[in-house]
């Protein structure tokens, strides 16, 4: 059974093109976001909550960006335009979560509860990775990152529950671990600097280029004062 919110929005899809555009720009950012290697190569957790990390992460780079070109050009067209998209992307992250939790089985009445949660969750995030994206600071974003997708201890916005694969703080402090999340710090930065030559048309056309996934983990990815 399709949920009330996702009928409201596929009329607002049909009325108003916008939508759509915000749609595909949200599926990319989900099909990068599912690349096996960030999965295999990198160690993030391959559960329901490591997925959504992957997402969430993607998404935030997706609004840095639009949120960017929002601020250089306040009060003109392209502006506007920008601002707008981002507010729908992240409109549609929490439509697919909607559905997502409504299919693993979680009541109707929950629902609302814990997508409250989520966007607690989501916008947490999102101000510990734009601070550490707006000041270039890969050893914050690293942080962040092994702190959000790698050492998570909380009870899942999705299941409920401390997911089993994630390790807690026994994880972060896993060299392995942390070479990976330097190694998915550098790329998200990297994703960064390729939006920024995205056109405003380019992103409303869900065209995303996004950089490949790291092949390796290199040693350096764990400065010698986090080794200590």
Same mark, same amino acid.
């Given at each position: 059974?399709?949920?009330?919110? @996702?009928?409201?929005?596929?009329?607002?899809?049909?009325?108003?093109?916008?939508?759509?555009?915000?749609?595909?720009?949200?599926?990319?950012? %989900?099909?990068?976001?599912?690349?096996?290697?960030?999965?295999?190569?990198?160690?993030? +957790?391959?559960?329901?909550?490591?997925?959504?990390? $992957?997402?969430?992460?993607?998404?935030?780079?997706?609004?840095?960006?639009? $949120?960017?070109? /929002?601020?250089? @050009?306040?009060? $003109?067209?392209?502006?506007?335009?920008?601002?707008?998209?981002?507010?729908?992307?992240?409109?549609?992250?929490?439509?697919?979560?909607?559905?997502?939790?409504?299919?693993?089985?979680?009541?109707?009445?929950?629902?609302?509860?814990?997508?409250?949660?989520?966007?607690?969750?989501?916008?947490?995030? $999102?101000?510990?990775?734009?601070?550490?994206?707006?000041?270039?600071?890969? @050893?914050?974003?690293?942080? /962040?990152?092994?702190?959000?997708?790698?050492?998570?201890?909380?009870?899942?916005?999705?299941?409920?529950? %401390?997911?089993?694969?994630?390790?807690?703080?026994?994880?972060?402090?896993?060299?392995?671990?942390?070479?990976?999340?330097? /190694?998915?710090?550098?790329?998200?930065?990297?994703?960064?600097? %390729?939006?920024?030559?995205?056109?405003?048309?380019?992103?409303?056309?869900?065209?995303?280029?996004? +950089?490949?996934?790291?092949?390796?983990?290199?040693? @350096?990815?764990?400065? +010698?004062?986090?080794?200590?």
């Amino acid at each position: 059974m399709i949920a009330p919110r @996702q009928i409201w929005r596929n009329v607002v899809d049909a009325l108003f093109p916008s939508g759509r555009r915000a749609r595909a720009l949200y599926a990319s950012a %989900v099909a990068q976001a599912r690349q096996p290697a960030f999965y295999a190569r990198l160690q993030v +957790p391959d559960t329901p909550e490591g997925r959504f990390e $992957m997402i969430a992460l993607h998404v935030i780079l997706l609004i840095e960006r639009l $949120m960017r070109q /929002a601020a250089a @050009q306040r009060g $003109m067209a392209h502006g506007a335009h920008a601002a707008k998209l981002a507010r729908e992307v992240q409109e549609s992250l929490f439509d697919d979560m909607d559905a997502s939790l409504r299919e693993m089985g979680v009541s109707d009445i929950a629902v609302p509860r814990r997508i409250r949660k989520l966007g607690v969750a989501f916008y947490d995030r $999102m101000a510990r990775y734009h601070e550490a994206l707006a000041s270039d600071d890969a @050893q914050a974003l690293k942080r /962040a990152i092994l702190r959000h997708i790698y050492a998570a201890t909380e009870p899942s916005v999705l299941t409920g529950r %401390v997911s089993s694969a994630s390790g807690g703080p026994q994880r972060e402090n896993d060299e392995s671990v942390r070479q990976a999340a330097g /190694a998915l710090a550098r790329y998200a930065l990297l994703a960064r600097e %390729v939006l920024k030559e995205v056109s405003l048309d380019d992103l409303r056309a869900g065209n995303i280029p996004w +950089p490949a996934p790291p092949a390796t983990i290199a040693k @350096q990815d764990a400065s +010698p004062t986090e080794r200590t």
